[in-house]
């Protein structure tokens, strides 16, 4: 029984649930965001290799160690593109003077217009070394969307699914209940997609 629900619950997620992602980064065509020394500022690109944000650093003597880490830096975020967006976010990485990474921290923020800038930390920083070079890295990119925009309603393929249970094929469709005997006792699952 575990392993049939684990089987939904798996068959759900990878071919039934579907969410819009935007994702700032694709893993294919990553532009290479370049280290730069700490009085340089950083930039992150977007997915077409764009620059999409540049950061400067408000901190700068950042002498860490293993036992002394620095845990908070501010830095400058600017909106280096044209687009606006209704959230950014993305990933701060500091390196010493052999090029190891040495911290590492988050930021984000909410609506950013084009050519907008704000200051912000880096929650979960640990820098535990002497910073050389440091980078930016968009990891979110979520346009902001023009006012009264509206969206075409989502459709949904027939697709027919089949479950395989020891070798034994059965077939499912979504929303009709599947009536299978496991031992001596009769079991009903119902597959749905995702709220």
């Given at each position: 029984?575990?392993?049939?629900?684990?089987?939904?619950?798996?068959?759900?997620?990878?071919?039934?649930?579907?969410?819009?992602?935007?994702?700032?980064?694709?893993?294919?065509?990553?532009?290479?965001?370049?280290?730069?020394?700490?009085?340089?500022?950083?930039?992150?690109?977007?997915?077409?290799?764009?620059?999409?944000?540049?950061?400067?650093?408000?901190?700068?003597?950042?002498?860490?160690?293993?036992?002394?880490?620095?845990?908070?830096?501010?830095?400058?975020?600017?909106?280096?593109?044209?687009?606006?967006?209704?959230?950014?976010?993305?990933?701060?990485?500091?390196?010493?003077?052999?090029?190891?990474?040495?911290?590492?921290?988050?930021?984000?923020?909410?609506?950013?217009?084009?050519?907008?800038?704000?200051?912000?930390?880096?929650?979960?920083?640990?820098?535990?070394?002497?910073?050389?070079?440091?980078?930016?890295?968009?990891?979110?990119?979520?346009?902001?969307?023009?006012?009264?925009?509206?969206?075409?309603?989502?459709?949904?393929?027939?697709?027919?699914?089949?479950?395989?249970?020891?070798?034994?094929?059965?077939p499912i469709q979504l929303d009709k209940p599947l009536v299978l005997t496991l031992g001596e006792q009769r079991r009903t699952v119902v597959v749905r997609t995702a709220p």
């Amino acid at each position: 029984m575990k392993k049939l629900a684990a089987f939904v619950v798996v068959l759900c997620s990878a071919v039934l649930c579907s969410a819009g992602i935007v994702n700032a980064q694709d893993s294919t065509a990553e532009p290479a965001e370049k280290r730069v020394p700490l009085s340089e500022a950083a930039v992150a690109f977007d997915a077409a290799g764009v620059p999409a944000l540049e950061a400067t650093l408000r901190t700068t003597p950042l002498s860490g160690a293993p036992d002394a880490p620095v845990t908070n830096v501010r830095l400058i975020v600017k909106n280096a593109s044209s687009a606006a967006y209704a959230f950014v976010s993305g990933l701060v990485t500091f390196y010493d003077a052999l090029g190891v990474r040495c911290g590492e921290g988050v930021f984000k923020a909410d609506v950013l217009a084009p050519n907008e800038s704000f200051e912000t930390d880096a929650p979960g920083l640990r820098i535990r070394c002497e910073v050389a070079s440091w980078r930016i890295v968009a990891t979110n990119l979520l346009p902001r969307l023009p006012p009264n925009t509206t969206f075409a309603p989502l459709t949904r393929s027939v697709s027919n699914f089949v479950i395989v249970i020891d070798g034994e094929s059965h077939p499912i469709q979504l929303d009709k209940p599947l009536v299978l005997t496991l031992g001596e006792q009769r079991r009903t699952v119902v597959v749905r997609t995702a709220p």
